[in-house]
């Protein structure tokens, strides 16, 4: 961190940071803490948006965005810092443009990168803090094993339907606070792929992240003042339709594999591989997969043709494929296989093709020789094919 004594705030940046000064916990030297700091933002979707927001309100030195995607109609739903005007522009610029309108004193770097074994030490050594928004656990293990070998603080959050969590994981004492368990100690190892399904796949409430987000960006002014409470050692679990709000003990694991006494993840890893995302997997081709346009031109051809719809019953209601399918969703597949014919030609979709794919995945694994995915989901044939069907 830069030495706070070289910092003097213009009557300008007195009068903006107002309510901050006038806190006791807060005052000058907090206040002239917040501009000495640095932190990066891994993701700048649901949480990002809040979490970038709020510090860069809150008069951050620097601030740090990661994040490859484009902004997406989808994404308006919950992730605030964009607006109609900036779908299909680069998140990050999005992003950046919006904050400096905000606060013109913070500083902002931007990622337009996917976070990654290769590039992650280097992008993080330059901040003081690390804060998650993502929503996968290969980022989630890269970023905690890298924040681990760093030794910065990491402000985990993560959001699913109407329920949250946030911790605050400290491998090394920082600004007077002690250290804590890591996100390995609290959850050795990931779930089996495929059995959490993404925000995507299974709906968020939009408000949700702004909670979780908001709590993170707290626990990150605490860090850089040094006030208060961090979650450290504490687990914070959000239920948002009972509105509860709990917080369980977590301990540090001397043997944890990074943060442990005897460590023995001493560098980053392929954390895909560590997800289970290429094991025992067959390898997919590209003939695993049909367009919207191979498919209409199948379909007109003749019938002999298994069409299955693996999304949720509610997906349903939203759009239905405009020809006779048959609907068994991804969690009841296995269970249901005897429903479906093991000869038959089958075309597998969903939303996109994450979920379809998974399935062709599984039926491939118990048999089913030709199945295939309809690439892009109902949402590529809505586009593509036909526009009375919605996207969503
Ligand atoms: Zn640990």
Redesign the pocket.
Known sequence: MIDIRQIRLTNEQILRYSRHLILPEVGMTGQKKLRAASVLIIGAGGLGCPIALYLTAAGIGKLGLVDFDVVDKTNLQRQVLYGESVVGVPKVEAAKERLQDLNPDVEIETYPVRLTSENALQIMADYDIIVDGTDNFPTRYLTNDAA?LLGKPYIYGSVFRFEGQVSVFL?KPFNGFERG?????LFPSPPPPGTVPTCAEGGVLGVLPGIVGALQAAEAVKLIVGIGEPLIGRLMLIDTLRMDFRTVRIR??PD?P???DNPTIRELIDYEEFCGLRRGEIPESADWFVTPQELKERLERDGNLVLLDVREPEELEISEFPHPYKHIPLDDLLERVNELDQTAEIVVFCRDDQRSRHAAQLLRQVGFGRVKVLKGGINAWAREIDPSVPQY
Do not use: A, Q
């Open positions: 681990v491998s368990p890591c996100y390995r100690c540090r694991k944890c990074v943060c442990g």
